[in-house]
């Protein structure tokens, strides 16, 4: 079972790549975006079929290692 594992910052947190794309995409001419935020998304495969379990997996992987709970938030999906 694939599930993603979405790591973005805290609101308030400083996103200096997100300002470099951001000023990237004025540039280029994107006038009409306001901000960008930049995240990442760790796809993990996991082997089981119970959605739960699988759920339960990811978030202790996030909590322990991909995410860093002081600046950092984490949704996680099912694929």
Avoid: C, S
């Amino acid at each position: 079972m694939i599930v993603a594992v979405n790591v973005h910052l805290k609101k308030g947190v400083l996103d200096p790549q997100g300002k470099a794309v951001h000023h990237a995409l004025e540039t280029l001419g994107f006038k009409d975006v306001d901000g960008v935020r930049v995240g990442k998304q760790i796809l993990l495969d996991i082997n089981t079929d119970d959605k739960e379990k699988a759920i339960e997996i990811a978030k202790k992987a996030a909590d322990e290692l991909l995410a860093n709970p002081v600046i950092e938030n984490y949704e996680i999906e099912v694929k």
